[in-house]
């Protein structure tokens, strides 16, 4: 089998980022018209509908979080090959299997085990990437994958937003369809360049599962995984929401595609860059810059949810957006520093944790104050989030070890 001293390591970090792109394309193209595929129209919600669609929406993120620490077990005990084949071709299915119904009672049950399989696709993807990079490079590494990953997400929903402009209502199962498709071609490429190239770290089918656990939840590990908690509270609402509320708003979908798709573009100029300096200036510094730009488009979303659309709120959301994405590829970094080895999986499933946490609640809080208090709930909401980010990347600061 090849090794990572004969070309294996280019190759798995290549493969790594291609079929992270295909996988969360897919994943964006049918999230993006997720919410209109279950109301039956393209915009202008009722609160039922809204209620209904945060709740089946919310089971991807909770089959996530109340799976990813064992498919991160299974990953470093078994190895992450084997997990990460599983994962793609079981999410290629579970997409187009959500062709044959809009009724929440079948989406709710395929959308809980869809998010176990995203779960483990995101864990051992990044597992993989911090075997690979060596620490001098792995900021680089990881804002990399950043760019691949959030690039995929971007792309897809301008994608899915534009063909929502474009099609019938009637006929968004196809996106499914085209979902499953190019899942499956992730699953080919992952499989056919990798079944010949040695994993980077061995298996370890001893280690007890309370050792892979103690390693994970250090202090070190936390403080950098808890902020992702309170960014993916905002993520997790503009997921699912983003094309309905700005139809609501006015804003055509073929626009908001526009303006995404500028957006993907600059995720794959930036994160590597970024990524290239946390190396170079430190993770901490990187952190503090994305915070910054997170409270901003934190306080330009707050009025936006209150005023509309205003040029005022698009300019703080835009001059917020770009030091917001140092936030990503140093806090990889950061986390992939404080894992061991041998426990890399384990620790990664914890992020994965963390983040489909932060979406689980954020879609369930976010729709219910909306439901209760209108603006002035979202209001709270993103003012709730912004403090909650800056307490704990100065708890970061404060109390993480040096170095």
Request: glycine content about 16%.
């Given at each position: ?14 493969v790594v980022y291609i079929s992270t792109f295909l996988i969360r ?379």
């Open positions: 089998m090849t090794g990572p001293d004969d070309g294996g390591r280019s190759r798995v970090l290549r394309f897919a994943f964006g193209l049918t999230i993006s018209v997720f919410a209109s595929y279950i109301a039956g129209t393209s915009q202008g919600f009722g609160t039922a509908s809204v209620g209904t669609i945060g709740l089946v929406a919310a089971l991807a993120p909770a089959g996530e979080f109340t799976t990813v620490l064992a498919t991160g077990q299974v990953a470093d005990r078994r190895g992450r090959f084997p997990v990460l084949f599983a994962a793609i071709g079981g999410a290629a299915v579970l997409t187009a299997l959500g062709a044959l119904s809009r009724d929440p009672l079948f989406l709710g049950p395929l959308n809980y085990v869809f998010g176990i399989a995203s779960g483990a696709i995101l864990t051992t993807s990044l597992a993989l990437v911090g075997d690979e990079a060596g620490v001098d490079e792995r900021g680089l590494a990881m804002g990399r994958f950043d760019a691949m990953n959030l690039m995929g997400w971007v792309l897809g929903f301008a994608a899915g937003f534009g063909l929502l402009a474009a099609l019938p209502n009637g006929e968004l199962g196809a996106l499914f369809l085209i979902g499953g498709a190019i899942l499956g071609g992730g699953f080919g490429l992952a499989y056919l360049s990798l079944r010949s190239v040695q994993e980077p770290v061995p298996a370890h089918p001893s280690s007890p599962v309370f050792r892979l656990l103690r390693a994970a939840l250090r202090r070190d590990v936390l403080l950098v995984t808890l902020p992702w908690l309170v960014i993916y509270l905002l993520l997790g609402t503009l997921f699912v929401f983003l094309g309905g509320a700005a139809g609501s708003a006015g804003l055509p979908t073929w626009e908001l595609a526009a303006v995404i798709g500028v957006g993907g573009l600059l995720l794959l100029a930036t994160q590597p860059y970024f990524g290239g300096l946390a190396d170079r200036f430190g993770r901490m510094a990187l952190m503090g810059v994305g915070t910054v730009g997170f409270v901003g488009v934190l306080i330009g979303a707050g009025l936006l949810a209150t005023y509309g659309v205003s040029d005022a709120a698009l300019a703080i959301v835009g001059a917020s957006v770009l030091p917001a994405l140092a936030y990503g590829p140093a806090a990889l970094a950061a986390l992939a520093d404080a894992s061991r080895a041998t426990s890399r999986a384990t620790t990664m499933a914890v992020y994965t944790l963390t983040i489909s946490l932060g979406m689980m609640i954020g879609l369930l809080v976010s729709t219910s104050l909306f439901d209760a208090a209108g603006a002035t709930g979202l209001d709270l909401y993103f003012g709730g989030i912004a403090v909650g980010l800056v307490l704990l990347t100065v708890a970061r600061y404060r109390f993480a070890p040096a170095g």
